[in-house]
């Protein structure tokens, strides 16, 4: 598990991040949230013992991340931005050299269940510098697993990858975390409901809020969005919809959909797609809107209030 206490670091006269703490258990896939810059990577190469707090203190697998970094490293497994790997190397040869350096008994039979995890073993022969951003990323995060540690810490982990790639990534995450504790930095709130159990929202360097993501979103939002598409214009479409009881903010889009918002406790879809068809339209699609992680912050922002952790 992971256990920060007021973490604070300071890069000169800048505070990059202020009075962190958070907790990230056992079996739980917990991601850190933030645009660029808020402090998510500062907080995990500290947590991964790369550079020490100015202030606070953390322990990952029960050990402190200053007085005990290496065995904090043993515990460890990283994944940074970007992957630091040998493009001369083949997959195998590169997962031989880190399970060399860590001193692994028994290193092939872990490599191969590395590799077996990640899905590369018809790859380990092949060549780093020949292999996709997807793949590289793969390798990446069988490095990470392959002295399998009781930690795993991700830092934005499907940047470049194509929705195939991501689907994928998503998969083995999962399955790594019903057994390891998963931080996972991203900035994109659709990631962090797909993968995981809790959030953490840190903006300029403070969490802003923590919850689960479907808590967190119906917080922040206080109704849902969805877009309907008929066949046709929605023009005369619009009224109809407005009159609906629990119907709010509806509008049409500049592509022609229309977009309206209900109470998360009123579900509204039913009495649309019933007056849809009644109407004489064809109904094509609905279509929930999400939230970015951008508007999210503008709301927990524009009133300068904090949400209660």
């Not at 006269?13 to 258990?25: G, M």
């Not at 930690?151 to 194509?162: A, C």
């Amino acid at each position: 598990m992971i256990r920060a206490i007021g973490l604070t670091k300071d890069y000169g006269s800048r505070r990059a991040i202020e009075n962190l703490t958070f907790e990230a258990k056992q079996g739980e896939v917990v991601g850190f949230l933030g645009p660029n810059g808020a402090g998510k990577t500062t907080t995990m190469r500290i947590l991964t013992g790369y550079m020490p707090p100015t202030y606070g203190s953390a322990q990952v697998a029960g050990f402190d991340v200053i007085s005990e970094s290496l065995e904090v490293r043993r515990r460890v497994g990283y994944l940074p931005e970007t992957v630091p790997l040998y493009p001369e190397m083949t997959v195998y040869e590169y997962l031989k050299f880190m399970a060399d350096l860590r001193h692994l008994p028994n290193g092939d039979d872990m490599i191969d269940a590395a590799l077996d995890l990640v899905q590369m073993e018809n790859r380990a022969d092949g060549y780093i510098s020949n292999l996709s951003k997807g793949m590289r990323q793969r390798v990446g995060l069988a490095q990470a697993l392959l002295h399998r540690p009781e930690v795993l810490i991700l830092d934005e982990p499907t940047i470049g990858l194509d929705p195939a790639q991501v689907v994928e990534f998503r998969n083995t995450v999962r399955e790594v975390g019903k057994e390891r504790t998963v931080l996972l930095s991203t900035h994109i709130l659709s990631e962090a409901q797909q993968l995981c159990d809790r959030v953490l929202i840190i903006n300029k360097g403070r969490i802003v809020a923590e919850d689960t993501p479907e808590n967190l979103q119906a917080r922040l939002v206080g109704a849902e969005h969805v877009i309907l598409r008929v066949k046709g214009e929605a023009d005369d479409l619009l009224p109809i919809i407005t009159k609906i009881d629990g119907v709010q903010n509806a509008k049409l889009q500049p592509d022609g959909s229309l977009e309206f918002q209900f109470a998360p406790t009123a579900d509204v879809r039913p009495a649309v797609a019933r007056a849809t068809i009644e109407a004489g339209y064809d109904l094509l699609e609905f279509q929930p809107v999400g939230l970015s992680l951008e508007e999210i912050f503008l709301q927990l922002t524009q009133d300068n209030t904090r949400m209660e952790r």
